[in-house]
């Protein structure tokens, strides 16, 4: 919390400074709901999550089924909303709609074993989620709800992130040695400084390539390899740079 806490205050101030939502309304909805930038409320989830965890693994081990069932019933609520026309708010700023995720690894001992004796149907059961995911962001594009079809916060993409993300749990000895020396950790240990920085980096790199000439297609990939290459390059200068007070308010230590 201490860690998070003062780099959310600078960095939701750069936001609205950035974007000129500087009276009381926009400072007091930033900061209070994260929506200083696109990415900011996940540190309002993650403080939520980090203060319930003594209270996580006590339920964990009386009622693990009802851990479990908070964010599909918390999501199946939403998407019901949204069927009758109800359209639920910053729904995304509260630790329900993200639970399932944080609670698989702090479960992860007991998931992982019980994964290892049915990994051979997981690659399946990964195919079947992305088709229903599929069908259900096509049904909702056909609605004209283009937020609803693409949302990370619906039960068929919360059920193929999950299938995904116990894969990955699971990978190999030999796959994880071979990621263990790739840039990928590099990548990793810069990934908070990286998340704090990255849509204002997105947003220049946005304009620079917007005066190049690129296919629509590539320009999307250019743009997110580049935003993360010079994202990267920022927090790692910055790093190094920088005094250790300042790095520690900006979040880059």
């Not at 708010?89 to 944080?102: G, K, M, N, R």
């Not at 990994?119 to 259900?136: I, K, T």
Request: aromatic content about 8%.
């Amino acid at each position: 919390m201490h860690k998070v806490l003062i780099p959310y205050l600078v960095w939701s101030g750069i936001y609205l400074v950035v974007t000129q939502r500087l009276t009381a309304g926009g400072i007091v909805k930033g900061v209070l709901l994260g929506t200083s930038s696109a990415q900011m409320y996940y540190l309002l989830v993650y403080a939520q999550l980090v203060v319930l965890t003594p209270l996580l693994y006590r339920v964990l081990r009386s009622h693990r089924l009802l851990v479990y069932c908070v964010t599909p019933v918390f999501l199946l609520v939403r998407e019901v909303a949204a069927i009758v026309g109800v359209a639920l708010a910053q729904v995304q700023v509260l630790f329900p709609a993200w639970l399932l995720f944080y609670v698989l690894g702090l479960d992860w001992g007991k998931v992982g074993r019980a994964a290892t004796r049915r990994c051979s149907l997981l690659p399946g059961l990964l195919v079947a989620c992305l088709f229903l995911q599929l069908v259900s962001g096509c049904a909702w594009l056909a609605q004209g709800d283009y937020n609803m079809a693409t949302t990370q916060l619906k039960l068929s993409s919360m059920a193929t992130s999950a299938v995904l993300v116990v894969l990955i749990g699971l990978t190999g000895h030999r796959l994880r040695q071979l990621f263990a020396r790739s840039h990928l950790v590099k990548l990793g240990d810069l990934s908070f400084r990286i998340y704090l920085c990255h849509i204002l980096v997105l947003s220049v790199v946005t304009k620079v390539l917007g005066f190049v000439a690129i296919p629509l297609l590539m320009a999307t990939v250019v743009n997110l390899a580049v935003t993360l290459v010079v994202s990267a390059c920022v927090v790692a200068t910055g790093a190094t740079l920088l005094p250790r007070k300042v790095c520690e308010v900006l979040g880059f230590v």
